[in-house]
């Protein structure tokens, strides 16, 4: 249990609003290994990117955060101050985000940037810093490294400004990644290539990844361990195998109809869909939060709040009330 | 059923990019020579890494830009004779995003309806009639009729969009990314939805995708553009059993389907998208391309069919003499 790299225990984020609160995240529970891809999927507004915030801290103002742990690399730092927290952002926990551009400084250089972070984090400067910046550019792939240290950002294409972005995150060498959609603005190609990168450089630098995306198709490629999420809960979580393969939850059952896969689907024909729309989260929810939407939904889903249970396999666990073997003759 | 909706040859868009006060003007060829035929009934999908010029092609298409050079005709008649009304009742766009191309401040009936209104009808019971009807079609409650855009989620919006495409029935609509910014689940509703449309009212689409999975299922005949040219044209089920350019294979590896059994493939595309201010010479795919012979550098291919393609692409120059003697 020791080697978790991250650990989090019963997380939920609420949010006061004009109308009540809106339970945004509620109750999960994640851990990360070293060398691992946690995965995690979801539609907007399940919760997904908030989930990654509050690992981080960096909630909005108005949210609340409960938790019952919060352990990095075995040690706790659920009470740390923000001023402890800023030292393990960007040092011992990397971050990318979705558009590059806006996490990059458009008024200083790259190299400067990336200086900045090493003289914060491990106090180099100088020489030493600039040289270190310069290797981990290399590192990611950039050619010519040493110019694109002394260019801006909106000199580079999106390409190479999200591999610049993760040549920051490496710097301090973190023990943990958590990239929020890092491939979403990027085309095809470059989404493959930074992906590659991505994998290659975890393995090599042996970091605990969270990967949070929409794309089912870079989860399967990508992902050891996937937490399918739904309206602020967790609804299944299991290895990569067990969920594509042998799917429990029927919403995990519905997103991978959902998908068109050349060679599988037939074109033209229907695909599946889930009628109805994600339940309003505001105020308290008994039941099932998938039940407006589910086909196979009983009187029983309403009446109790459902809670994860363990699969044949105890590395699986969905938080539904069926039965998988009486749901696959349904489905 | 070979009626030929739409038209294209030897078309190309220039722009000209400042590079600061004292340095002139320099020359983008955004779309360089396309020659293109959509029949009734097809989905043509136009694919290619952003920068390559498919939203170009489909606005000078839609007659929102002007073409440079080359000549575009819809149904028969030359674009740049046909006045601007009539224009919009034959061919109709649907947009990315749907939370930007709808005025927020206008009511779901009165968004739908104002493209009858822009052609002169004054008739509000008719146009109310027709809005009903259409929202019908593509199955939004009659409820929202008085509804705002932001009371509505993403896929309903997306429905108000194709509503407002649909409610002069035109016969052509170009949908530029119409799923990319939706949720999976509601993807697939709203390319299920495209689906039935055209079969219920007999259109014509052109789709502008980069997600290649969506362009399989919903496309006919797909292009796959790179630096403003089509450097390969196809048939969707042989397009993708069997990709004869080197960048439609690079294209087709690097789409993730979801299966957890393969990794992550090695597109082996190295550098990145060429800066099309000054594009390679030769071919402009060379510097990017796994078969790359010297020649490539030095000349452009010429487009020619090989098996069930076009394709523009020196590997196959030799098939092409082989045929002609």
Redesign the interface.
């Known amino acids: 249990m020791t080697d978790h790299v991250l650990n989090v225990k019963n997380l939920s984020v609420d949010i006061p609003l004009a109308d009540g609160v809106l339970h945004a995240v509620d109750g999960i529970d994640i851990h990360v290994d070293r060398g691992e891809t946690l995965c995690i999927v979801g ?2 507004g399940c919760g997904k990117s908030l989930t990654s915030l509050a690992i981080m801290d960096l909630l909005p103002k108005k949210a609340i955060r409960t938790l019952a742990a919060l352990d990095l690399g075995g040690e706790s730092i659920l009470d740390y101050s923000e001023r402890q927290m800023s030292d393990i952002r960007g040092n011992r926990m990397g971050m990318i985000f979705q558009e590059p551009m806006t996490s990059l400084n458009p008024a200083f250089t790259i190299g400067n940037q990336m200086v900045e972070t090493l003289h914060r984090h491990r106090n180099i400067s100088g020489r030493a810093a600039h040289d270190l910046a310069k290797h981990m550019l290399e590192k990611v792939g950039i050619t010519a490294a040493a110019q694109r240290l002394n260019q801006y950002p909106h000199q580079l ?4 400004r999200q591999r610049v972005m993760i040549a920051m995150t490496l710097l301090c060498e973190p023990e943990l990644i958590i990239a929020d959609e890092p491939t979403t603005a990027l ?7 930074i ?2 990168l991505l ?1 290659e450089l975890q393995t090599e630098f042996d970091m605990g990844l969270i990967l949070i995306t ?10 050891t361990r996937v937490a399918v999420m739904y309206a602020g809960q967790i609804v299944e979580q299991g290895t ?2 067990q ?3 042998n799917p429990m939850h029927p919403y995990t059952r ?12 037939r ?2 024909e ?5 009628p109805g ?1 994600v339940p309003s989260l505001i105020g308290r929810f008994t039941g099932c939060r998938f039940a407006d939407r589910c086909s196979l939904v009983t009187d029983a889903c309403r009446s109790d709040d459902i809670a994860l249970r363990d699969a044949t396999d105890a590395t699986q666990a969905y938080r539904c009330i069926l039965d998988p073997r009486a749901m696959a003759k349904v489905a | 059923m070979t009626e030929v909706m739409i038209n294209a040859s030897g078309v190309t868009r220039n722009f000209s990019i400042s590079r600061g006060m004292f340095r002139g003007k320099q020359l983008l060829r955004a779309v360089n020579g396309v020659d293109l035929t959509v029949t009734r009934g097809e989905v043509l999908a136009l694919v290619g890494e952003s920068g390559c010029g498919k939203t170009t092609l489909a606005k000078i298409l839609l007659g929102l830009l002007p073409q440079t050079t080359g000549s575009v005709s819809l149904c028969g008649t030359p674009i740049d004779t046909v006045p601007r009304l009539a224009l919009a009742r034959m061919i109709q766009p649907i947009f990315q995003d749907p939370y930007s191309s709808l005025n927020p401040r206008k009511s779901i009936g009165s968004i739908i309806g104002l493209p009858m209104r822009v052609q002169g009808e004054n008739d509000q019971q008719l146009i109310d009639r027709r809005v009903e009807e259409t929202m019908d079609l593509v199955g939004l409650p009659p409820r929202l009729l008085n509804a705002f855009p932001n009371q509505l989620s993403g896929g309903q919006r997306q429905r108000v969009a194709i509503a407002r495409a649909l409610v002069n029935r035109p016969q052509i609509v170009v949908c530029d990314e119409p799923t990319s910014a939706l949720d999976v689940s509601v993807q697939s509703q709203i390319l299920n939805l495209l689906n039935d449309l055209r079969q219920e009212l007999n259109l014509t689409y052109i789709i502008i995708s980069h997600n290649l999975a969506v362009v399989e299922h919903i496309a006919s005949r797909v292009a796959v553009m790179y630096l403003g040219r089509i450097v390969e044209q196809a048939d969707t089920a042989s397009l993708f059993q069997n990709p004869q350019h080197p960048y439609t294979r690079a294209l087709l590896d690097s789409v993730l389907t979801p299966d957890p059994h393969l990794g992550l493939p090695n597109t082996q595309l190295g550098a990145s998208y060429p800066n099309p201010i000054d594009p390679p010479s030769g071919c402009a795919f060379h510097p990017r391309c796994v078969n790359a012979m010297p020649h490539c550098a030095a000349r452009a291919p010429s487009g020619q069919a090989h098996k069930a393609a076009y394709v523009e692409c020196h590997l196959y120059d030799g098939t092409e003499t082989a045929k002609a003697g």
């Not at chain 1, 294409?157 to 190479?160: E, F, H, I, K, R």
């Not at chain 1, 929409?214 to 990508?222: F, K, M, Q, T």
């Not at chain 1, 519905?254 to 689907?265: D, S, Y």
Request: hydrophobic fraction near 45%; include cysteine; charged fraction near 15%.
């Open positions: 539609e907007s294409s999106g390409g190479l085309d095809v190609t470059i989404q493959a290539q992906l590659l994998q929409h794309d089912l198709g870079v989860v399967a490629r990508i992902a990569v195998e969920i594509f393969d519905g997103l991978m109809q959902c998908i068109p896969v050349p060679g599988k689907t074109p033209g229907p695909l599946g869909s889930i729309m």
